[in-house]
């Protein structure tokens, strides 16, 4: 059994801020660990907007703060953000968060991310593999 908290996770490697300081992901279970998927708690600044693509991976995100938009950018199809309301990405679609209030999202990646991704200029992780 593997017990984390967020103070053994914030300022650690674990804890990572995008290039342009729009978001702040804490990777609770990574890929190291193990088991199939990595979890992550990401929070989002109010009046960004996030261009997202997982080409690599199928990802869930459960908003537990913050209100925003969400568009599927392969039909620009518009989705509200609210507390309990979740999106699942199980046609890697390309896609764009907007928060209107700070947003904190609770992630599950299938592959799992390792930690060492960053995101390319297509917002596109690299499928990493964790060794063995
Ligand atoms: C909202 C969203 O796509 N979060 C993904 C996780 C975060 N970008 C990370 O941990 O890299």
């Not at 109010?46 to 925003?68: C, D, M, P, R």
Request: with cysteine.
């Amino acid at each position: 059994m593997i017990v984390r908290t967020t103070d053994e996770i914030t300022d650690t490697d674990r804890d990572i801020t995008s290039e342009d300081g729009n978001w702040r992901s804490k990777r609770i279970v990574l890929g190291g660990d193990k088991v199939g998927f990595s979890f992550h708690e990401t929070t989002i600044k109010a009046g960004s907007v996030n261009i997202f693509h997982y080409a690599n991976h199928v990802e869930a995100v459960w908003l537990v703060e913050g209100t925003g938009k969400l568009t599927d950018l392969t039909n620009d199809k518009v989705y509200d953000l609210a507390p309990g309301t979740m999106y699942l990405l199980n046609g890697h679609e390309k896609h764009k968060v907007e928060p209107d209030t700070q947003m904190r999202m609770l992630c599950v990646f299938n592959p799992p991310v390792t930690g060492r991704e960053v995101h390319d200029e297509n917002g596109v992780y690299p499928l990493i593999e964790s060794p063995a």
